[in-house]
């Protein structure tokens, strides 16, 4: 089992550009999450899905999009990327019981 | 609004010693906290969990201690070795199997000196 995985590791937009994070599970789980981490905040939650076609708004849900097509995959999209973007996402999932399993992130640079 | 506040920032104990990590909550909602690790360049790793009903949980050299009225929980990492050295965070999240994801503290950046 891969558990989960984040493409791509590392990317580098420039202000205004727009691009996908893919994140895959292969441990059937339900709940997926997008959280994005800073220097000194933590991690903050931006989206989420409880199952296949359904989202969520987290914490910091602006200027971000997500979708669920497939129970395995959870997509995060910035449609017009700012410096304020600049940060490591990760991706998590979980069966349900609170236990999160956290892929390896996806460092996002917005110049 | 932080919900989840963590102290300190940063911690540096000798090889044997014993760090203290604290967090303190808001949400009366929240019913289950896990203590997440995590390595430079990795995702965050589950160490170990509680819930409001106990005061206390061991795994290992790990433990957490849980004071529902006060609101606070804290872990302690017995017989610390430099391979502890890491970011650890506290984190909650509400009842219905915590669906809406974990509310994080700022993390603590541990240094286990040989």
Redesign the interface.
């Known amino acids: 089992n891969a558990g ?1 995985t984040q493409t791509p590791k590392f990317r580098v937009l420039k202000t205004g550009q727009s691009m996908t994070l893919l994140c895959a599970q292969d441990m059937n789980h339900e ?1 997926m ?1 997008w ?1 994005r981490q800073d220097p ?6 931006i989206h ?1 899905s ?1 199952g296949e076609g359904t989202t ?1 708004k ?2 910091v849900p602006d200027g971000y999009n997500v979708s669920r097509l497939k129970k395995q995959n959870f997509l995060l999209g910035l449609e017009s990327a700012a410096p304020s973007q600049t940060s490591v996402y ?1 991706c ?1 999932s ?1 069966f ?10 996806t460092r996002l640079t917005v110049l | 609004q932080q919900q989840v506040k ?1 102290s300190p ?1 940063s911690l540096i104990v000798q090889k044997g010693g014993i760090p203290i990590i604290n967090c303190a909550y808001e949400n009366t909602a929240f019913d ?1 906290f ?1 203590w ?1 690790q995590q390595f430079p ?6 160490l170990i ?1 509680i819930r409001p009903d106990v005061s206390e949980k061991k795994e290992g050299r790990f433990t957490i201690s849980f004071n529902k009225s006060a609101k606070q929980f804290s872990l302690h990492i017995m017989d610390s070795q430099p391979g502890d050295s890491a970011t650890y ?1 506290c984190a909650a ?1 509400k009842g219905g ?11 603590t950046h541990l240094i286990i000196q040989p």
Do not use: C, I, N, W
């Open positions: 989960v709940y999450y959280y000194g905040m933590g991690l903050r939650l989420y409880v969520a987290g914490e990760f998590a979980s349900g019981g609170h236990e999160q399993f956290f892929g390896p992130g | 963590q920032q289950y896990p997440y360049g990795k995702g965050p790793a589950l969990a965070f999240s199997g915590g669906a809406d994801g974990l509310t994080f503290g700022k993390g």
